[in-house]
Nanobody, 113 residues
Framework: QWQLVDSGGGLVQPGGSLRFSCAAS????????MGWYRKAPGKQRELVGE???????NYADSVKGRLTISRDNAKKTVHLQMNSLEPEDTAVYYC???????WGQGTQVTVSS
């Protein structure tokens, strides 16, 4: 079965940075499109970025210019580097295999002074 473990959240001050990771197992990882979602209190789930098996990325307008998604197919890992964090970025962040219904457990991000 496909399994995802995501990590990297925490409490950071405005303007800070975080690097998230997603470790996959039981997946034909090299052909899987991966994505990062977030769910903030009182808001709908949002896809913040995605990356194809070939490494093509796409980012939501709300975060474009502040984050980078990368992948290492040999290690079956995906990373999300997010900079210039704002209080509005506070949410639970989830790694997912797009279109397949496989999700990580989520990692909490709180941006506050």
């Amino acid at each position: 079965q496909w399994q995802l473990v995501d990590s990297g959240g925490g409490l950071v001050q405005p303007g800070g940075s975080l690097r998230f990771s997603c470790a996959a197992s039981g997946i034909i990882f090299s052909v899987a499109a991966m994505g990062w979602y977030r769910k903030a209190p009182g808001k709908q789930r949002e896809l913040v970025g995605e990356i194809t098996g070939g490494g093509i990325t796409n980012y939501a307008d709300s975060v474009k210019g502040r984050l980078t998604i990368s992948r290492d197919n040999a290690k079956k890992t995906v990373h999300l580097q997010m900079n210039s964090l704002e209080p509005e970025d506070t949410a639970v962040y989830y790694c997912a295999v797009l279109y397949a219904g496989y999700w990580g457990q989520g990692t909490q991000v709180t941006v506050s002074s």
